[in-house]
């Protein structure tokens, strides 16, 4: 059986194929784009998964929509009845659109997909699943368990912001669920934008900048903004918000108990922009917490599946990892709505053919190393390569991984482009920039010379799954880059006291340990575990590296440049490399010299 899966029409439109049980294929229309969080209509998505699958629409059993239209346009209605009569510009705005075409969505999908030139599918043929189902399903159904306690949190699917249950053999029940406006992803949202980052795309920052603050305004956030309970349930106060009727996520009352107006993204971030960081992070991490200390005990689950946008905050996930009550955890990698298609395929796959088979089939999980998007042959990268007049040489296997890694150790900095792209936000060592961690200079280097964005701002390290302890506080994968673990105290720097007492972004001057270019400033990363099993390659050139260095790991962080989405293409590699300070680029077994250009 043959399922198409669809989320658009928000943020980060996706489209997801899957083949009696297996993913064959996932990718974002950003990739294709080049316009980042693309909303529209996946078409070049779902041509892709199409074609990856060797079949056209005629073949496709069920399209899979991942939520329910009808009902996020209740809640609309709803939220501005209740609001009256504010709001009234916001629903001008939007009511006609959804009006117009989000409401008669069957349609649109139908005529969207018909339109691809690859055969054609009924309206019949298309059923929508519940957001947070969606969201359930793609953390359930690939993880390696059988049986967990599966907990959602994000920003609004239809009315749920939060949701709690349990999923075993074939079925997901949500038993629990915090509704609109009440909202973490919101709440988390609301900072991002005061802190003058784009909401739905800046959220990372805030986690990258809490760090070099304090949560100095902690307590106001639990005094004024939210009523937690001990279960980890809450409400806000929205007297503080204004993302229900307006333009706007916060408003004046917010600024007055913050002290002063929203930054400007042409501002200078100062401390209290720090600070502000610190405490909504410091919040969530104690609420997360909560939710997941209570659904331990609720479900009886010994396991954990975490899905939506929240569970991209991978500093709160190594919390509730370490601190946490449950052995494990899985976090789908590409947790926010582009998950969603993912999902909703899925859970119509095992509605539909009722397989009564346990996730992974014996593999670490079903998500194929998250490499689920278009790969390129050795001919497609030459013409293209040879169209631009590019100078390269091509090399076996060996000779490519001994080249690259040789380069690595002189601190070069290579964009490395290999395979299957990456689904998800994260670039996992398919479409990838590698440096040598141990350089003190590298971490500034490849924020203001590569990925021109702000300075202070973390980078992953790749390490061998079996080299993981060796460096970080962390005995166990994590595959996807979504777990925040301490760097080991033997492979720190015992700062000097001048160091030690440095504030804010002072603090980026000082190695603070023997891989200081992956290390952040509260001594802490954000770890890929590489595993031969899904990626051989990469696995082999952190190997390579290790012979020539004593370190099996390596600076990865995506190839791309600041507000453009991770390369797609060669020619989008090409652009980046000869657009960028890259000093290396590996395209298939093709290596590329800048100074050879």
Known sequence: ?????????????????????????????????????????????????LDAAGIGLDAVDYVGFYDKPLLTFDRLLETYLAFVPGGLSSFITSIPVWVKEKVFQKTLLAKGLNGLGRGSVSEAKILFDFHHHSHAASAFYPSPFDEAAVLVMDGVGEWATTSLGVGRGDAIELTQEIRFPHSLGMLYSAFTYYLGFKINDGEYKVMGLAPYGEPKYAQAIRDHLMDVKADGSFRLNMA???YCTGLTMTNGRFDRLFGGPPRKSSEPLTRRHMDLARSVQVVLEEIVLKLGRHLHQ???QKNLCLAGGVALNCVANGRLLREGPFESIWIQPAAGDAGGALGVALSIDRAERKPGKSRANGTMDGMHGAYLGPAFTASEIKTCLDGYGAVYSEMDDQALVAAVADALAREK??????????????????????????????????NLKIKYREGFRPFA???????????????????????VAPVRENHRKKLAAPDDSLQGFAKLDVARSDIPAVTHVDDSARIQTVHRETNPRFYDLLRAFKARTGRGVLVNTSFNVRDEPIVCSPADAYRCFMGTELDVLAIGNIVLRKNEQ
């Open 1 to 49: 059986m043959n399922v198409l899966g669809i989320s658009a029409f928000y943020h980060d439109s996706a489209a997801a194929l899957v083949r009696d049980g297996e993913v064959i294929a996932a990718v974002q229309e950003e990739r294709f784009s080049r316009e980042k969080n693309d909303a529209r209509f996946p078409a070049s998505a779902a041509a892709y998964c």
């Open 240 to 242: 503080y918000f204004n």
């Open 298 to 300: 609720a479900s009886g």
């Open 413 to 446: 900095v290579v964009g490395w482009f290999q395979g299957r792209m990456e689904f998800g936000p994260r670039a996992l060592g398919n479409r990838s920039i590698l440096a040598d961690p141990a350089s003190p200079r590298m971490q500034r280097q490849l």
């Open 461 to 483: 390290p790749a390490v061998l799954a079996e080299d993981v302890s060796e460096f970080f506080d962390l005995a166990r994968p994590s595959p996807y880059m979504l777990l």
